[in-house]
């Protein structure tokens, strides 16, 4: 058994969902490991990790609208503002999605299924670099 580790450093223009796969795909390939388990785990409290759908756009389109209606950007709404009126609905956001994620390692490829791809979901309006550890075990 053996294990590796490395941090993904990812830059976003503001509010999305951004696709890692390629990127987490290529740094598991590269560390040749057969069979394992891959957990990524996001490093901020404003942004967070999802496995989603990814041929039909309109899914984003759809996750973006709803968390807006359940965690809306409300000066009212919140005490905490320290960052702007979008820093608690970021918080929010972030504690119903999550900030990790664990996926089997199988032949080599990690197990996501045919429609599924990993995004950092970015909840701040402005850019950001956002930091992903991941940690591969495996043989």
């Known amino acids: 058994m053996r294990q590796t580790t490395t941090l993904l450093s990812v830059d976003t223009p503001g509010q999305g969902l951004f696709d890692i796969t390629r990127r987490v795909a290529d740094w598991v390939d590269?560390?040749?490991?057969?069979?394992?388990?891959?957990?990524?785990?996001?490093?901020?409290?404003?942004?967070?990790?999802?496995?989603?759908?990814?041929?039909?756009?309109?899914?984003q389109v759809d996750l973006l609208a709803y968390f807006d209606r359940i965690a809306p950007e409300d000066a009212h709404a919140y005490t905490h503002d320290d960052e702007g009126p979008d820093d608690m609905p970021a918080h929010l956001r972030t504690a119903l999605t999550g900030v990790n994620l664990a996926i089997p390692i199988l032949d080599r490829r990690m197990?996501?299924?045919?429609?599924?791809?990993?995004?950092?979901?970015?909840?701040?309006?402005?850019?950001?670099?956002?930091?992903?550890?991941?940690?591969?075990?495996?043989?």
Do not use: D
């Open 111 to 139: 197990a996501l299924g045919t429609w599924q791809s990993l995004y950092l979901f970015e909840h701040r309006r402005r850019p950001h670099r956002r930091s992903i550890a991941l940690h591969l075990i495996g043989t």
């Open 30 to 59: 590269a560390q040749n490991m057969a069979e394992g388990l891959l957990t990524l785990f996001c490093r901020h409290t404003s942004a967070s990790l999802l496995i989603q759908e990814n041929a039909s756009p309109e899914v």
